[in-house]
């Protein structure tokens, strides 16, 4: 909101700089309130740990009805251009070997459907049905224009699942390239057609599953809470 216009920026600055506490939700959001002369705490919003971990993938994929015999990577929000709805597709449509999944809904679904008829769009589903549908997968895409965090990323590493995601905002602190996933350009569908190529093998997909949970430790919603906690007994108020 603050980039809107000089007279939102104003505003937003005058916020940042007299609040008795910023939070933020990663280092790249507090670099922005940096930027408006207020200085935050990073703390995440949290994922439930016991909700989101890994589990076996050929028992989603019955559950779900997806087929067992195929790789499979993995989208899970809005179907926008800031999300980067299009460019998932786009790649996934170009792959074979891979089957795109997309979960969820938003103004790119009809354009899709019609684009890319190798894209398995899903739509919507329940939000207690997202554990499941992140275990069938064998990679999450994250291919977000601008993303302040970036919450998949987080839930699909929780859940024990390499990670390739656009090197933009809190994505970049959340994935590191060779460690948990591979970090792309954002809008580059070359780039994560050629990292989809690297993860055909099982060896390299099992390695960055191997690291991706303990990488998100900070953000489990009980170290979430605790943290939360903390700041507001430095305002005197108990929680």
Not at 79 to 107: H, I, M, Q, Y
């Given at each position: 909101?603050a980039n ?51 589990a076996d ?68 589903v329940e ?113």
């Amino acid at each position: 909101m603050a980039n809107r216009t000089p007279l939102h920026r104003a505003l937003a600055a005058v916020v940042a700089r007299t609040a008795d506490i910023v939070v933020t939700n990663s280092p790249a959001t507090a670099a922005r309130i940096a930027r408006l002369g207020g200085q935050a705490h990073v703390v995440s919003p949290g994922v439930d740990f016991e909700r989101f971990q890994p589990a076996d993938r050929d028992a989603a994929r019955r559950r779900l009805g997806l087929p067992l015999d195929v790789r499979m990577a993995m989208y899970v929000g809005g179907l926008s251009l800031r999300k980067g709805a299009d460019v998932f597709a786009s790649a996934l449509n170009r792959t074979p070997g891979w089957l795109g999944v997309l979960v969820g809904e938003g103004e790119l679904g009809t354009m899709i459907g019609q684009r890319y008829p190798r894209v398995l769009a899903v739509g919507a589903v329940e939000p207690d049905a997202v554990p499941a549908w992140l275990n069938a997968a064998d990679v999450v895409v994250v291919p977000s224009r601008d993303e302040p965090l970036g919450l998949v990323a987080v839930e699909a590493l929780a859940s024990g699942l390499p990670v390739i995601a656009s090197a933009v905002g809190g994505l970049a602190d959340l994935v590191a390239g060779g460690v948990n996933g591979i970090l792309v350009p954002p809008g580059d569908e070359h780039a994560i057609v050629a990292a989809l190529r690297k993860l055909e093998s099982e060896t390299l997909r099992a390695q960055l599953a191997g690291a991706a949970r303990a990488s998100v430790a900070s953000h489990d919603i009980r170290v979430a809470s605790e943290a939360m906690a903390d700041l507001w007994l430095t305002l005197g108020v108990r929680t």
